[in-house]
C-alpha cells in the first residue's frame, strides 16, 4: 500500500476563505504532484514538483499555489475559495526517472466551496 | 501531438460476465509507457499496470489481462469473470521519458451488477 496522505477528506467552506489542502508522503519520494478532477471523471495536472524548494505549474491553469520545503509534505493552498474551485484534489508522488515509474496517489480532497 | 482516447464512457455488466475496456493512444514518439489505474468509490487511484511501448506481449494477472497493439496504437483492458468489487473507473494514462507527469484519459466508468 501507498503511504500518502491527504486531509481533509471533504472540506466545505464558504466563498473568500483560504484554505490549505495537506498532503504528505512516508516514502521519501522526490517528485510530487497535485492533480484536479472534474466531476466528468478528467484528471489534470495543476501542479509538480521535482523536489524541495522546486515547484512548476502544471497544464491546468489554477489559482491554487503550492510549496515544498519538504520531502515529505506539499501543501495547496487557495487564498480566496470560489465556486469554480469545487473539485476533487488528488496529490501523488513518484521517484526515479521521469515518466517510467508509477505515481501513488493518496485518497483525494472533496472540496465543496458555497 | 498526442491524444488518449477512452471511447466507453460506461460500461454496465452482470457478474461473472467478461469485459473488455478499450484505450487509443495516438502518438508518433516511438518509445512510451502505457498505465492503467483503477479509481474504486472511496477515490484514490490504484496501479494495475505498466506497459512499455517496445513490448507487445500480452500479460495476465489473475483475471486481469491487458492487450497492447502498437500498430492500432490500443491497449486493452480485459476482466474476466467480473466481480462487484470490480466497479469503478478505470483510467489509461501514457507518459514519455523525461515527462513529468501522466496523462490521463476520461475514463471508463465500469458498473458490475450482482
Redesign the interface.
Known amino acids: 500500500e501507498a503511504d500518502i496522505y491527504q486531509t481533509p477528506r471533504y472540506l466545505v467552506i464558504g466563498t473568500g476563505k483560504k484554505i490549505t489542502l495537506e498532503c504528505s508522503q512516508t516514502m521519501g519520494h522526490d517528485k510530487m504532484y497535485w492533480y484536479q478532477q472534474d466531476p466528468g471523471m478528467e484528471l489534470h495536472l495543476i501542479h509538480y514538483s521535482y523536489g524541495v524548494n522546486s515547484t512548476e505549474k502544471g497544464d491546468l491553469s489554477s489559482e491554487s499555489t503550492v510549496s515544498r520545503i519538504r520531502t515529505e509534505h506539499f501543501p495547496l493552498t487557495l487564498e480566496s475559495a470560489r465556486p469554480s474551485h469545487t473539485s476533487q484534489y488528488l496529490c501523488a508522488s513518484t521517484t526515479g526517472e521521469g515518466g517510467y515509474n508509477e505515481q501513488f496517489f493518496g485518497p483525494g480532497t472533496r472540496l465543496t466551496v458555497l | 501531438a498526442q491524444k488518449v482516447t477512452q471511447a466507453q464512457t460506461e460500461i454496465s455488466v452482470v457478474e461473472k460476465e467478461d469485459v473488455t475496456l478499450d484505450c487509443v493512444y495516438e502518438t508518433r514518439d516511438t518509445t512510451y509507457?502505457l498505465?492503467w489505474?483503477k479509481q474504486p468509490p472511496?477515490?484514490?487511484?490504484?496501479?494495475l499496470i505498466?506497459r512499455n511501448s517496445f513490448d507487445e506481449q500480452n500479460e495476465i494477472s489473475g483475471r486481469y489481462s491487458w492487450n497492447f497493439q502498437k500498430s492500432t496504437s490500443s491497449f486493452n483492458f480485459t476482466i474476466t469473470a467480473s466481480q462487484v468489487v470490480d466497479s469503478a473507473?478505470y483510467?489509461c494514462a501514457p507518459?514519455?521519458?523525461?515527462?513529468?507527469?501522466?496523462t490521463?484519459?476520461?475514463?471508463t466508468?465500469l458498473q458490475v451488477q450482482p
Request: net charge positive.
Open positions: 509507457y498505465f489505474y472511496s477515490g484514490e487511484l490504484v496501479f505498466r473507473v483510467f507518459s514519455h521519458p523525461g515527462r513529468r507527469a501522466l490521463f484519459g476520461s475514463g466508468r
